[in-house]
């Protein structure tokens, strides 16, 4: 069994700052990429930011410059800064993982319990 559990939303003004966390634990030999996804009130579930266990990372175009993802493999951790919110960047926050928990298991896709972010004008 896996879980991702997230941390770190809440309610700022435009132009301030936050930091997502989100910590794996369960059952995991392997992670493959972490990352964020996002989801407006009445909008499908976008990708924002993706980081590979290489230290690749991927970002939405709407939060390049202003977002940056880096994770810490020794604690199973991904973190997500925004800095520069807008009142566009209001959503709730999904952190996602593939992981495998076993050497010849196949990889699965995880899924945080999501965090609000509202930013306000």
């Known amino acids: 069994q896996v879980q991702l559990v997230e941390s770190g939303g809440g309610l700022v003004q435009a132009g301030g700052s936050l930091r997502l966390s989100c910590a794996a634990s369960?059952?995991?030999?392997?992670?493959?990429?972490m990352g964020w996804y996002r989801q407006a009130e009445g909008k499908q579930r976008d990708l924002v930011a993706v980081?590979?266990?290489?230290?690749?990372?991927t970002y939405a175009d709407s939060v390049k410059g202003r977002f940056t993802t880096s994770r810490d493999n020794a604690k199973n951790t991904v973190y997500l800064q925004m800095n520069s919110l807008k009142v566009e960047d209001t959503a709730v926050y999904y952190c996602?993982?593939?992981?495998?928990?076993?050497?010849?298991?196949?990889?699965?896709?995880?899924w945080g319990q999501g965090t609000q972010v509202t930013v306000s004008s």
């Open positions: 996602n993982a593939k992981i495998k928990s076993w050497p010849l298991s196949g990889e699965r896709d995880y």
């Open positions: 369960g059952t995991i030999f392997s992670i493959a990429s």
């Open positions: 980081i590979t266990s290489g230290g690749g990372t």
